[in-house]
């Protein structure tokens, strides 16, 4: 192996992890405010870790957002707006954060920010990725998924032409996202918190390990590539007429082909998936995403590479 085929990267210094972007979702809130008492379990050498609340007015009244998702607004045009009377509390929140950990896409911005997210959906324990070219959270992907084995860890990836998320963690140089599920919003479930305990220690434990020198040597993962979002039906009012079929309730990542069941309406009739190609629905029948008009996202499977990597 040459020189010329390691990729080189600064040791990584600054690691934030969010919990409370949305309010309700109370794994991630209950690990960060724990952290902030008794953070010896997350501390590594050599690295500033910053367990922080990113939407306290949400999370103190248990509720997804105060004016608007906090996680969809950090976008130029948000960022950089004057604020004034009317300007919505996850705005302001929004230049607070990106002048805090940020500022997004400079070289002063946070190496690496784990946002801690639930859902409703069966997903177990995901990882989300929006660089389908960033080497270092390719590897640490890779690290987890084995470290976790054989618990389940897929991982989704969101970089899309035209579906912009614009979300929280997006102001760190290594963004990524964890989503556990499934829970209710405004519950919080000791399996389910100790899964997403476990994905923060292997996550930092990879960084540990780089910082120290360890190579990586090339890798492989595969990942669910965000597609399009599919609506429930609609009447004309609309309002939804169909709900998620039994058959698809549940079955986050599970292939779907032509002919299976997508929907059921109230009358009994079966909507059923009409493309050529296999998907990989996910997100199936979030509660969140009910205003976001939104039944589940369709994925395609890939695999993504990384190159021999060493800080």
Excluded at 72 to 80: A, E, I, M, Q, S
Excluded at 242 to 270: R, S
Excluded at 279 to 305: D, G, H, S
Aim: charged letters at 25%; aromatic letters at 8%.
């Amino acid at each position: 192996m040459t020189s010329r085929s390691v990729v080189h990267k600064p040791p990584v210094r600054k690691v934030a992890i969010f919990g409370g972007t949305h309010g309700n979702e109370l794994s991630g809130i209950y690990l960060v405010k724990h952290w902030q008492e008794h953070g010896a379990e997350i501390q590594r050498t050599g690295v500033e870790v910053k367990p922080f609340i990113t939407n306290p007015r949400a999370v103190k009244k248990c509720t997804r957002y105060i004016d608007c998702d906090l996680n969809r607004v950090f976008d130029p045009d948000n960022l950089g707006r004057t604020v004034v009377e009317d300007t919505p509390y996850e705005v302001r929140r929004a230049q607070e954060i990106n002048h805090i950990f940020g500022p997004k896409g400079s070289d002063d911005a946070y190496d690496l920010i784990f946002d801690l997210h639930n859902t409703t959906s069966n997903m177990g324990c995901t990882l989300i990725l929006e660089n389908s070219r960033d080497d270092f959270t390719i590897q640490m992907s890779h690290y987890i998924k084995n470290a976790l084995a054989p618990e389940r860890c897929p991982v989704l990836l969101i970089e899309h032409p035209t579906l912009k998320y614009a979300t929280t963690r997006s102001v760190a140089k290594h963004p990524v996202g964890m989503e556990v599920g499934p829970q209710p919003h405004g519950v919080v479930r000791a399996d389910t918190l100790d899964k997403m305990r476990k994905m923060i220690k292997h996550g930092l434990d990879f960084v540990h390990l780089f910082n120290k020198g360890k190579e990586f040597p090339p890798c492989t993962v595969e990942v669910y590539k965000i597609m399009e979002k599919v609506d429930y039906p609609r009447n004309k009012n609309d309002e939804i007429i169909a709900v998620i079929h039994p058959k698809l309730q549940d079955q986050d990542w599970q292939p779907v082909n032509k002919g299976d069941p997508l929907f059921l309406t109230l009358d009994g009739e079966v909507i059923a998936y009409k493309g050529d190609s296999t998907v990989y629905p996910t997100f199936i029948n979030e509660a969140a995403y009910y205003e976001k008009k939104q039944a589940f996202v369709k994925t395609v499977k890939i695999k993504l590479t990384a190159e021999h990597l060493r800080s």
